[in-house]
């Protein structure tokens, strides 16, 4: 049952990531197409911001912060992932 449970939320959870990270790319995508003066540093920032996604990522894995139970793991990666890109989409979708 309680595996039942966690396996919901794992994909509850992925799912609003994939939702949200293509409302990022959409935004993203708006500023660069319309010429955005920021548009340059927008694309920089998106790949600073994989990059030291995925290095924060292998260390915590490393160092066994994600945890050892491969559910664990598994929801600790998309909570990651999600901060980065709830934050993303706050800043993009902000009016300015």
């Not at 409302?23 to 003066?37: E, K, N, Q, W």
């Not at 790949?47 to 490393?62: I, P, Y």
């Amino acid at each position: 049952m309680m595996q039942d449970a966690a396996a919901e939320t794992l994909i509850r959870d992925a799912g609003q990531l994939w939702m949200e990270a293509g409302s990022v790319i959409a935004l993203r995508s708006a500023r660069i197409t319309f010429g955005d003066p920021d548009a340059a540093d927008e694309m920089v920032r998106m790949v600073t911001e994989k990059v030291w996604a995925g290095l924060e990522l292998g260390v915590a894995l490393a160092t066994g912060r994600l945890g050892y139970d491969p559910g664990t793991v598994c929801s600790r990666t998309v909570s990651h992932y999600r901060e980065a890109v709830q934050g993303n989409l706050r800043r993009l979708s902000a009016n300015d």
